[in-house]
């Protein structure tokens, strides 16, 4: 069963958001697979902004691992990289995906769940558009890119 990318939130707080009354935490995305259909499996993962180690433990939930400054069971982009086949890196570099993307194509490829998308950019170039360049991923060696447009709903 392939996973899912989601929010988990930090205790953190971006430089732009530190003067507010009420600070806005900073929420990053990871990548989770699942064990079984309503459960994922727990994980490691590091804060994008501050470096903390997070235990996912659930769809948008983590706790903070205290006391972990600097952990190599974390895995990487290049880690992940070896495992792909080089067109595929060429591919994800050319379009600066993040770390969740990395592993949600490993996730794919591992699993050989052939067919299978995943967004590797997205763009709100409108107020109620949002651009998105999606990888298929129809073999081993067959990929496509295609583009699509969706509508973002607003309520006023």
């Not at 699942?34 to 727990?42: G, L, N, Q």
């Not at 400054?69 to 070896?82: A, C, F, G, H, P």
């Amino acid at each position: 069963m392939l996973g899912t990318k989601h929010l988990i939130q930090c205790h953190c707080v971006l430089p732009q958001f530190r003067k507010m009354d009420e600070p806005i935490f900073h929420k990053f995305v990871v990548y989770s697979r699942f064990e079984d259909s309503d459960k994922i499996e727990r994980k490691i993962v590091r804060c994008n902004n501050c470096d903390a180690v997070h235990r996912v433990i659930d769809l948008c939930k983590s706790e903070i691992v205290l006391r972990v400054e600097d952990t190599d069971v974390i895995i990487d982009e290049d880690e992940i990289k070896l495992g792909l086949p080089e067109r595929l890196v060429k591919i994800l570099e050319k379009n600066n995906s993040d770390l969740p993307t990395f592993e949600a194509v490993d996730d794919i490829i591992e699993n050989e769940a052939w067919g299978s998308e995943v967004v590797i950019s997205r763009k709100s170039l409108d107020i109620d558009k949002t651009h998105l360049k999606i990888l298929e991923i129809k073999g081993p060696e067959k990929f496509r890119l295609k583009s699509e447009s969706i509508n973002i709903i607003t309520e006023i």
